[in-house]
């Protein structure tokens, strides 16, 4: 689909309302990465040094906070919906649905269901739907987890999926590197639709189509943030000091946190809104009225207890015979190496054989 380069130029004067969730388990960056969105000390970190506390589930917690912005002079109502607690209990179930729930459920495709069908509507309604998630993957250097291919198999048909890597600045270049790699595999292989900046070659200009294949390049973007200042080189920036250097927050050679920033609440946040209007939320609109039309408005029962653990089992399945072709093909990869160093080594030792040969025969000639 293509992306509206018009869109950028709407509703400047009035500016913009827009709702971005932030989903990843703790120790992902997530509450720093939005602090350093906006530049302001918007969540607080969690932080208990109560042993008794230790064995405590955080639980299902879902935190709206609104603050505003202003982009280059244009005002942005920018809603942060925070979900602490994702990943870090022993059963995830319930953070599955409810997450699915709230993105269905009241102020948000509900809300709006409903407002459309009033004869007078409401002229200060504000819509509340989540236009963009990020999903905050750990910084592993592995693959990912049944855990995030789920979550994002889940959420994609109802928000635009944008993955990340927090913390990337664990990650050494190379480390860095093939874990993007490893994760677009993942993701290709799985079949999850995230929002990978869409174009249309035959209907977008060249700019569009090359900024949008740039962004697309990135994915999943590897960030760092940071809510502290510090001094390189005689300028002061926002970023991290090591012992063995510093990590640049602004700097795209450090972190592809500005690239993103940009994206979000400027170059693709009307194509974001456009799109879950457009797309996202016809489709479940269509859903919806499709299934009371047909007898009553029941809720979807493909995702019962019995279908997600058949699905987790096949999921299991598929990761184990993806991994089992990786090992096939290191294995066959290694044994046609041995097979060319046996080909070489016999190769000269019949070449020294004939050197001997000549040799010798030139001795007795002598």
Same mark, same amino acid.
């Given at each position: ?14 500016? &913009?309302?827009?709702t971005?969730m ?9 509450t ?6 906006c ?6 970190k ?25 982009e ?19 059963d995830?179930?319930?953070w ?21 069908? @009033? ?7 504000r ?17 990912? @987890? ?8 889940r959420l ?9 890597i ?10 860095? @590197? ?14 999850i ?15 569009t ?11 999943? &973007? ?7 200042e510090?001094?390189?080189n ?22 592809d ?23 996202l ?26 279908d ?19 090992l096939?093909?290191?294995?066959l990869?290694v ?17 020294l ?14």
């Amino acid at each position: 689909m293509a992306h509206r380069l018009g869109g950028r130029r709407k509703n400047v004067k009035k500016g &913009f309302q827009f709702t971005l969730m932030v989903v990843g388990a703790s120790g992902t960056g997530r509450t720093t990465f939005v602090n350093t969105l906006c530049d302001d000390h918007v969540l607080s970190k969690k932080v208990s040094d109560d042993p008794e506390d230790a064995h405590n589930e955080e639980g299902i917690n879902i935190k709206p906070v609104s603050v505003e912005l202003d982009e280059d002079g244009v005002r942005i109502s920018l809603t942060i919906v925070d979900t602490p607690g994702f990943g870090d209990n022993i059963d995830n179930e319930a953070w599955y649905v409810h997450k699915v729930d709230y993105l269905d459920d009241k102020k948000q495709y509900d809300d709006i269901l409903a407002e459309e069908s @009033r004869i007078k509507r409401n002229p200060r309604f504000r819509d509340n739907r989540v236009h963009a998630l990020l999903y905050f993957i750990a910084p592993t250097g592995h693959a990912l @987890r049944e855990i995030d291919i789920e979550l994002m198999r889940r959420l994609s048909p109802r928000v635009n999926v944008i993955p990340v890597i927090g913390r990337a600045d664990s990650l050494t270049p190379q480390e860095l @590197r093939d874990f993007k790699k490893r994760i677009m595999e993942d993701i290709e292989h799985y079949n999850i639709p995230i929002y990978n900046f869409p174009y249309d070659v035959e209907e977008d200009d060249e700019d569009t189509i090359e900024e949008n294949s740039e962004l697309r390049a990135l994915l999943p &973007f590897s960030i760092v943030g940071s809510e502290e200042e510090i001094t390189v080189n005689g300028r002061t920036v926002r970023g991290r000091q090591y012992p063995w250097g510093a990590v640049e927050v602004d700097n795209p050679k450090h972190s592809d946190f500005g690239r993103l920033r940009s994206a979000l609440l400027s170059s693709h946040l009307q194509d974001l809104k456009e799109i879950t209007h457009d797309i996202l939320y016809e489709n479940y609109r269509t859903e919806k009225l499709s299934r009371t039309v047909n007898g009553g408005d029941q809720e979807d029962a493909s995702l019962n207890a019995e279908d997600m653990a058949s699905q987790s089992v096949r999921l299991k399945e598929e990761q184990l015979r993806k991994e089992e072709e990786k090992l096939r093909e290191i294995e066959l990869k290694v044994q046609r190496e041995i097979q060319e160093k046996r080909a070489e080594l016999l190769s000269k030792e019949e070449a020294l054989r004939n050197l001997e040969a000549r040799l010798a025969q030139a001795q007795l000639a002598d």
